[in-house]
DNA sequence: CCTACCGATCGGTAGG
DNA sequence: CCTACCGATCGGTAGG
């Protein structure tokens, strides 16, 4: 009567402390002899779970991408104006990041540590993700509904206000998830002028 | 006869190339040998011009926050309106950031590899300079000429969304370091909004 | 899941 | 600036 269940769980396990490792010294930075620590056990006994180090790394970045990508197609699936589906996608992109900001800030700033051909692809699929906001931002400037001289800058900006987010974002903070989106999506669509809306 | 001018620019030479090296696989998986390497010297013979791999950084770094704190300086010192003030500040920001966006990226994920205190010092001087844009900001919506909930949170973005432009930012591209600095300040002042202005 | 260990590589130093 | 080397630590494996 072997359970395969608690392996899972461990891996699990594993694949979370990692996260939170790696976001706070680094991919690089962290051994598996502490991360093996931090979880009461010893480092060779890890690998009874994983098959390498970054096997996790692997996980946790193509997983993220996968939910991002889910997010956008749920935002985007609801009939909407385009400022309205951008606004959706906005938040969508927000609830992820906020899910899990440990995962998310590994997702934006360790995937380089992927070696190849794992860093490629995962390049391709962040290249893929801002074309569709880009798009979508395109659409938005054929229909009227929004402005700027250039759909390129516009979505790369607007990624960058919201992919900043780990940096600060504290989940026990008095703004909630929700209210980060709403807030993030108003000042990205109308700006700091008092004209704006 | 010795000429000490060799020795720094050969300090110089290090510094760049590190900073490079930095920035491509960060601060803990580059190693000394392959620093060594990219510069045409053996290892033990970079420790004639520098103490160890952390002062690099520690240079790279702390340089850094020097030259953001004379372009802010220099942005509000000027007569100004709040808005004209703050137009100037962001653009003074792109202007070190596009200057040398290597160690722009170094500066701005790579310090946590700097050991205490150093690593505090650097976090209290990166609060300090956050601060002042905030207060400018918060002039700004005190006197009615920019609108947001919120002047902290404002800030946070408007610094995301400029300092994600070393991830994409390249010497170049079609856009002079000036355009981009006046379209940032544009969206981000007026918004993706058509009634933006 | 542990003990014991592998070969490789690390940052840095001594002595020239 | 090089040669030769230090002790420490790395990711990972074998065998139980």
């Not at 700033?109 to 070696?115: K, M, P």
């Amino acid at each position: 009567m072997t359970s395969p269940a608690p392996t899972r769980s461990r891996k699990a396990q594993i694949d979370h402390t990692a996260t939170a490792l790696f976001r706070a010294q680094g991919f690089a930075a962290t051994s598996m002899r502490e991360l093996a620590t931090a979880l009461g056990l010893e480092a060779g006994s890890l690998y009874s779970h994983i098959k390498s180090k970054e096997e996790i790394l692997h996980r946790v970045c193509f997983g993220l991408a996968q939910e991002f990508f889910a997010g956008f197609e749920q935002a985007t699936s609801q009939a909407a104006s385009i400022g309205g589906q951008l606004r959706q996608a906005i938040e969508a992109h927000v609830r992820v990041l906020t899910r899990d900001v440990a995962a998310s800030a590994v997702f934006l700033h360790e995937w380089r540590h992927l070696s190849e051909p794992a860093r490629s692809e995962f390049l391709a699929l962040r290249e893929r993700y801002e074309a569709q906001f880009r798009a979508l931002v395109q659409r938005g400037l054929d229909a009227g509904e929004l402005a700027a001289p250039d759909a390129a800058f516009a979505t790369l900006t607007l990624l960058a206000s919201l992919n900043w987010l780990p940096t600060w974002y504290r989940p026990d903070g008095k703004l909630s998830p929700d209210d980060i989106a709403h807030r993030l999506a108003d000042q990205l669509i109308n700006g700091l002028s008092p004209m704006g809306e």
